[in-house]
C-alpha cells in the first residue's frame, strides 16, 4: 500500500563517523515529516521534524534534508555514537494537524561499530 | 514531566478472546493515538482521539475500536482475537489538536496464541 520507504534496512557505520539514513515518500501533498528512533523493546523516539516549507533543520548534530522535487528525505547524524545504534523511521503526515495520521516507512537499522 | 505511560507492558491472550489497553498520556496532551507495529507491516495508524472523540481511524477493522476519556487516558480494545494480532501496540499523544510533535509510551506486547 501506500507508505514511506527507506533505501536501506542496515547501515553499518564507525563510531565517530558521520551517517546518512536516506527515505523516499510517495506523497507531493504531505506537510510534515519526521524521524524517530526506536531502541529495542522501548517506543519510538523524536528525533527531529521538518515543514514542507523547509529544505534543511538542525538539531544537535542531527540535521534533516527535505528534496521535495524527487520526494526524499535524509537524516543526517554526525559523529555517531554507540547509543545511536537503533532503528531509524521516517514518517510523513499526508493531512493536516488536525487530520494527522503517520504514514511510516519501513525503518532502518543502524549499527554503530566500534 | 512523566512520559507516556502503557499498561500492561506484555499480555498473551488466546484466539477469540477480547484484550484492552491502556495508555496515559503525557499531562496535558489531549490527543492521543494508537498504532500496531509488526515486524511484517511495520508501524500502521489504527485511530486517534482528541477531547473524547475520535478524529481519525486508520484502516483496521471494526474489532479494533477505542475511546478516550474526559482526563484524555485512552483505551483500545480488539475483540475476537485473531493470532496476527500478535504485535506491540503503541500509544502516542500530542499536546494539542494542531501539534504535531508526537510522543510515544513503550507499547504494550500483546500475544495471541
Known amino acids: 500500500g501506500e507508505s514511506v520507504g527507506l533505501h536501506l534496512p542496515t547501515l553499518s557505520v564507525q563510531e565517530g563517523d558521520n551517517s546518512i539514513i536516506n527515505c523516499a515518500y510517495s506523497n507531493s501533498a504531505s506537510d510534515y515529516f519526521i524521524w524517530y528512533k526506536q531502541e529495542s523493546g522501548k517506543g519510538p523516539q523524536f528525533i527531529i521534524d521538518i515543514r514542507s516549507n523547509m529544505d534543511k533543520r538542525q538539531g544537535q548534530r542531527v540535521t534533516v534534508l527535505l528534496n521535495k522535487t524527487v520526494k526524499h528525505l535524509s537524516l543526517q547524524i554526525a559523529a555517531t555514537q554507540p547509543g545511536d545504534s537503533a532503528v531509524y523511521f521516517c514518517?510523513?503526515?499526508?493531512?493536516?494537524?488536525?487530520?494527522?495520521?503517520?504514514?511510516w516507512g519501513a525503518g532502518t537499522k543502524l549499527i554503530i561499530k566500534p | 514531566k512523566a512520559g507516556v505511560t502503557q499498561t500492561p507492558r506484555y499480555l498473551i491472550k488466546t484466539r477469540g478472546q477480547q484484550v484492552t489497553l491502556s495508555c496515559s498520556p503525557i499531562s496535558g496532551h489531549r490527543s492521543v493515538s494508537w498504532y500496531q507495529q509488526t515486524p511484517g507491516q511495520g508501524l500502521q495508524f489504527l485511530f486517534e482521539y482528541f477531547s473524547e472523540t475520535q478524529r481519525n481511524k486508520g484502516n483496521f477493522p471494526g474489532r479494533f475500536s477505542g475511546r478516550q476519556f474526559s482526563n484524555s487516558r485512552s483505551e483500545m480494545n480488539v475483540s475476537t482475537l485473531e493470532l496476527g494480532d500478535s504485535a506491540l501496540y503503541l500509544c502516542a499523544s500530542r499536546i494539542s489538536g494542531v501539534s504535531y510533535e508526537q510522543y510515544f509510551g513503550p507499547g504494550t506486547r500483546l500475544t495471541v496464541t
Open positions: 514518517a510523513e503526515n499526508k493531512g493536516a494537524s488536525s487530520n494527522y495520521q503517520l504514514i
